[in-house]
């Protein structure tokens, strides 16, 4: 089984700045995936970013890029130039992929509330 | 192209009555995940169905919870003798296939158990 850890319940940062929130995770499996999802007051989760294990190199989306740590198990997510509109729970998730394309359902931490002060 | 639709956004139930939530997910989507979100916490995967098939129910408690895909029609979670502890934000996903990792999520139906 799968456990993905966020040390982190809350931050809070000034606008413009940058924001680092870590994730750690513990599988066996060597094929996986992990992801920065955000959720809004809305409720609506938004996927921000994908990596994919086997690559080495950092994924990027616009301001948010990742820095994975194969075998230290770490993933965290950086936000440069933080924004109002990024305030939100983010979660880190984690999942599985298996011989022949098949995968698990996602693995999710317990969040981490970002507010973004003006 | 719509999104992932749950409904209803929010539902309210007795302990002892039957909740139904129900996700139509996106258009070309065959594939659909149960998640249940408790308060304070991150989503717990429950079930994954391709339509007519349950692939994967690990998560889901083995009493009075079920879950379906028909050919024809939203994907239904089913909750029977709902109790306060049931009380939770009930999310949905959808994808085109098994293995793809691109999944939309709905918005989640909000059960209160009274």
């Known amino acids: 089984a799968q456990t993905v850890t966020q040390s982190q319940p809350e931050m809070s940062v000034q606008e413009a700045e940058t924001v680092t929130l870590s994730c750690t995770y513990d599988?066996?499996?060597?094929?996986?995936?992990l992801f920065w999802y955000k959720q809004p007051p809305s409720r609506q989760m938004i996927l921000v970013i994908r990596?994919?294990?086997?690559?080495?190199q950092n994924a990027t989306e616009n301001r948010f890029s990742v820095n994975f740590q194969k075998a230290a198990k770490s993933f965290s997510l950086k936000i440069s130039d933080s924004q109002l509109g990024d305030t939100a729970m983010y979660f880190c998730?984690?999942?599985?992929?298996?011989?022949?394309?098949?995968?698990?359902?996602?693995?999710f931490g317990k969040g981490t509330h970002l507010i973004i002060q003006p | 192209n719509a999104g992932v639709m749950q409904n209803p956004r929010h539902l309210v139930r007795r302990r002892g009555q039957e909740a139904r939530l129900r996700c139509s997910p996106m258009?070309?989507?065959?594939?659909v995940y149960w998640y249940r979100q408790l308060p304070e916490e991150g989503l717990k995967f429950m079930v994954y169905?391709?339509?007519?098939?349950?692939?994967?129910e690990s998560g889901m408690p083995k009493e009075r919870f079920s879950a379906e895909f028909p050919k024809e029609g939203p994907s239904i979670l089913r909750i029977q003798q709902v109790v306060r502890g049931d009380s939770a934000a009930y999310f949905c996903?959808?994808?085109?296939?098994?293995?793809?990792?691109?999944?939309?999520f709905g918005q989640g139906t909000r059960l209160t158990v009274v």
């Open positions: 996903a959808s994808s085109v296939g098994q293995g793809n990792t691109e999944a939309f």
């Open positions: 599988t066996s499996e060597s094929n996986y995936y």
């Open positions: 990596q994919e294990a086997y690559k080495q």
């Open positions: 998730a984690f999942m599985a992929m298996y011989s022949g394309g098949g995968a698990d359902g996602l693995t």
């Open positions: 258009k070309g989507h065959s594939h």
């Open positions: 169905l391709q339509k007519e098939n349950i692939i994967d």
